[in-house]
Structures are given as structure tokens and as C-alpha cells.
């Protein structure tokens, strides 16, 4: 995170801009737990390793301000922002059809 601020014309106009990027990688993830306490205990007990895995987030953004006093009794404010959020699961293990008892696309064996 950071911030720029900047004075012209002796204090009469400001320009600032602020910068932020987050990113965190989340621990052990449980996909499909419920939300009651015995819901919770009965899903990590039985979940294979497909439910659980790890969770990855960003947080991107901007913002930029400024501000001119034309007079006693006028004032110029503008200010724009933008910011993106990602996230992104991995699984500690993939999914194999064939051991599922799946058959594959289009009917081959």
C-alpha cells in the first residue's frame, strides 16, 4: 500500500494517489462443510482429500483525488477509484473418473 500526495499554488490545489496489492494465500480449505457444529464434525470425519485444498486471493486497487479551491465559495473535487478482487481454489487432490466408476466422454472405455 502507498499514497502520493502533492501541494501546488501554495495549498490551493491537491492531487493524492493511493495504491494498494494484497496477496494472501490461504490455509486448509473445506469445500462442502456445513454450518452447523455437528454438520462441521460429520464432513471433516468422511471428506476425501477432492473437498479439502487451499484457498488464493488477491486485492488490487487505486484511487486518485483531486481537489482545486477557486474561491472562497468554490470548490473543485474530483475522484476516481477502481479495485479488483481474485480469488483462486486448488484441490489437495484431483478427481479420476475412471476410479469414481465414470465412463468417459463420447462412450469409449
Given amino acids: 500500500m502507498g499514497r502520493i500526495d502533492h501541494n501546488f499554488e501554495l495549498g490551493a490545489t491537491r492531487l493524492f494517489v493511493d ?15 456445513g454450518r452447523g457444529q455437528r454438520d462441521r464434525r460429520a464432513a471433516s470425519s468422511t471428506a476425501s482429500l477432492v473437498t479439502k485444498g487451499f484457498d488464493y486471493r488477491s486485492n488490487t486497487g487505486a484511487t486518485m483525488g483531486f481537489t482545486s479551491t477557486r474561491s472562497s465559495t ?12 481474485g480469488e483462486f481454489r486448488d484441490p489437495s487432490q484431483t478427481i479420476r473418473p475412471r476410479l469414481a466408476g465414470l465412463r468417459a466422454v463420447g462412450g469409449r472405455r
Fill in 74 to 85: 468554490l470548490v473543485l473535487d474530483l475522484r476516481a477509484a477502481w479495485a479488483q478482487f
Fill in 19 to 33: 495504491r494498494l496489492l494484497e496477496q494472501a494465500a490461504g490455509g486448509p480449505l473445506q469445500l462442502g462443510a
